[in-house]
């Protein structure tokens, strides 16, 4: 089976952003999501393809069985647990386990299979009798190469003979070294000095080229053009997988760069909304009169799990203390965390570890961990302009409804902000946002 990751690096400094922004690089993000969402996001929205050649066959596949796959690796396909394809796998996996190759460029958000998907076609794809990289897959940073690769170990656990290689920082080879394993997981630079520079293995031998997470590839300096570098080498017949979560001008103007004659395939967001949630409000004049009705919810949570967004990170971190002080288990995640850190909050509070997360803005998108039941905004969301920020209300409290789960929503806010702020919200929403006993938290069950 593929090699086991290597030793994780000492952590990243905090970064220096203000306490009122508390963001985190794309990149980050992009890790902190998959690490918190464990299962696959399924989706009504349609499936899009556009295709240059209308007369290039086209099907969808409603079993892993229909691939035809080695038994090892369908094996390793359902050992993960994977029953049947998501929406994007059924479409993309025909594509890219096509004779003779096709090029796809895939985009749907993140959680929708899409790395499960390209993580199959480049086991499947590997000819183990040569002993030289023939897939080589790209990610924007260490980490997410490293997610990569343990998706690939994982589902090619039964293939022992596949080998897999990691070009990132740390991976230090003797110079004339000739790499002998099969598949290469690396960021830009790395992979451009490996085969370029030392020649440690022949970009003109890669049958399959991958570029996952192109929309965080484009935000890191540099990375783009040591992509357009590595895909000169090619050749022309190599396979050229391309993958993004977003969908714009600058990631398409990228895509036509790197993948000719491809086949597009689009799976639509589907929108959050509050139908399922039901909306509270507490008037709290102050820190401690908030802290006060945190304390009465958290007494009153007796399933499921709960976030509290604070604006700024000195906010959460005194509240963190508050409550820890007071007995609570609390976990705070905020952006000043190394990458290390907020990789572990996040995983104990997915797996149930910690029932209540304390966090800023670092965490309004993208983070649907299914068994939170109640969000409390400590501070309600507001814009550079003091404006009520629905936007990031509704990706703080909002659900995509599929499941038709049902969740609370608790803002605390002042008398002032209610006739403000709030107002603003509930007017945006046209839901009703209704006012909270918190002395009797039998109205949160
Ligand atoms: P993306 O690359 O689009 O972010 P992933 O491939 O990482 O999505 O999949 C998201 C989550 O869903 C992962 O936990 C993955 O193990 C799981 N998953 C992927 N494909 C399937 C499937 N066919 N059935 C069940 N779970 C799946």
Redesign the pocket.
Known sequence: APKKAPEPKPPSTGSSVSQEEDQVPKAEASLM??IA?????TSKAEIEVQRQDPFSPLHSIKS?DDLNLTPKLLRGVYE???????K??ETALPILLATPPQNLIAQ??????????F?LAMLSRVNPDNNFPQVLCLSPTYELAIQTGE?AAKMGQFCDEIKLRYAVRGEELPRGHKLTEHIIIGTPGKVLDWATKYRFFDLSKITVFVL?EADVMIATQGHQDQSFRIRKHLKENCQIMF?S?TYDDEVMQFAKGIVPNPVLIRLKREEESLDNIQQYYVICDSKEEKYQSIANIYGGITIGQAIIFCHTRKTASWLTDSMTKDGHAVALLTGELSVEDRINILDRFRVGKEKVLITTNVLSRGIDVEQVTIVVNFDLPIDQNRQADCETYLHRIGRTGRFGKSGIAVNLCSHAEMQTTLKQIQDHFGKKILPLNTDDSDELE
């Open positions: 999501q998959k969402r464990s299962k696959l996001v892993f993960m647990g994977f029953n049947a394809p998501s994007i796998q749907s958000q993140s959680g929708t299979g899409k790395t499960a998907a993580v998706v996952d993958f979560a």
